[in-house]
C-alpha cells in the first residue's frame, strides 16, 4: 500500500532529480503532494505552496532544497509530524536532522529514487 508523500522542492523540469521522484513515486502507488510556492501544477498535479497548505498528512517528506533553504523551514517540517524525512543528495543539512529527530521524527540521508530502485523505500 502507498503512502503519502510529500516532495519539498518538487520541480517541473524533467531533468531534475524531485521530477524523477515524482514520477517514480506515483509509479510505485505513491499518493505525491509535490510543494513549491512558485508553481501550480506537475504532471496534472496540484503543486501546494508550503507543508502547512497539505490536504492531508505526509507520511514521509523527502527533500530537494539546498541546506540553506530547508533550514528555515525547520519549524513547519515539525509542525507536519511526518513519520521520516528523507534529505536527498545535495539536500543533507545535520542542524535540521537533529532537531527533527529530537522532535521524534526519523532522519535519512538518502536518495528517493534509489530506495524506489531497490524497494527499501
Known sequence: ???NV??????AKKDRYSY??????IDKGHKVFPINPNLVEIEGLKVYP???SLPEKADTITVYLAPYRSGPLAVEII???PRRVIFNPGAENPGLMERLEANGIKGV???TLVMLSLGNF
Open 50 to 52: 508550503s507543508l502547512a
Open 1 to 3: 500500500m502507498g503512502m
Open 109 to 111: 540521508t538518502a536518495c
Open 79 to 81: 509542525a507536519a509530524e
Open 20 to 25: 524523477r521522484a515524482l514520477r517514480s513515486l
Open 6 to 11: 510529500a516532495i519539498l522542492g518538487a520541480s
